[in-house]
């Protein structure tokens, strides 16, 4: 099984979805608490609307985003060790969400969305490791890269 992550910051929804196609995503899960952007194309009505006219299906797992309080004071402080044992603590309250998710990463290519492009600063790695963990590493986690795969291809020209 494998799970992908991506972050769209820095991305026109035209790139997205073609690092979407080129890596056959068939679900993109996002992982935002509330799924909303001053990107255009990337809040939930207007993504989950794209997405479907290119053969991607989507879900928002409300219980995989960051609860507001922790993501406030990492703003705050920046403390990413303190971050990730507050988020990590919540994420082993979220059981049957987990549950789901990888139930869902056993039947489809899945992806992780958030905002944030590098996934070692993002929830979404630690989401990713719990799965991981979960399933004693037989989970391979790959982290889409967007300026690696980007400066490998050329952006198609195919209108969204």
Same mark, same amino acid.
Not at 43 to 66: E, I, Q
């Given at each position: 099984?494998?799970?992908?992550?991506?972050?769209?910051?820095?991305?026109?929804?035209?790139? #997205?979805?073609?690092?979407?196609?080129?890596?056959?995503?068939?679900?993109?899960?996002?992982?935002?608490?509330?799924?909303?952007?001053?990107?255009?194309? #990337?809040?939930?009505?207007?993504?989950?609307?794209?997405?479907?006219?290119?053969?991607?299906?989507?879900? %928002? !797992?409300?219980?995989?985003? *960051?609860?507001?309080?922790?993501?406030?004071?990492?703003?705050?402080? @920046? $403390?990413?060790?303190?971050?990730?044992?507050? #988020?990590?603590?919540?994420?082993?309250?979220?059981?049957?969400?987990?549950?789901?998710? $990888?139930? !869902?990463?056993?039947?489809?290519?899945?992806?992780?969305?958030? #905002?944030?492009? $590098?996934?070692?600063? *993002? %929830?979404?790695?630690?989401?990713?490791?719990? !799965?991981?963990?979960?399933?004693?590493?037989?989970?391979?986690?790959?982290?889409?890269?967007?300026? @690696?795969?980007? $400066?490998?291809?050329?952006?198609?020209?195919?209108?969204?």
């Amino acid at each position: 099984m494998k799970l992908m992550t991506i972050g769209y910051e820095g991305l026109s929804i035209k790139e #997205f979805i073609y690092i979407l196609e080129i890596s056959n995503i068939d679900l993109l899960i996002d992982v935002r608490e509330l799924p909303i952007s001053r990107k255009k194309g #990337f809040s939930k009505g207007a993504l989950s609307d794209l997405l479907l006219k290119h053969g991607v299906d989507y879900t %928002h !797992l409300r219980k995989l985003g *960051c609860p507001r309080p922790i993501r406030y004071d990492y703003r705050s402080d @920046q $403390n990413w060790d303190k971050y990730t044992q507050r #988020f990590t603590a919540y994420l082993n309250t979220q059981g049957e969400v987990i549950e789901h998710l $990888n139930t !869902l990463v056993s039947k489809l290519n899945c992806c992780l969305l958030c #905002f944030e492009a $590098n996934p070692q600063l *993002c %929830h979404r790695s630690l989401i990713a490791k719990q !799965l991981w963990e979960e399933g004693n590493g037989s989970i391979e986690i790959v982290h889409l890269r967007a300026s @690696q795969i980007l $400066n490998s291809a050329v952006v198609a020209a195919k209108p969204l």
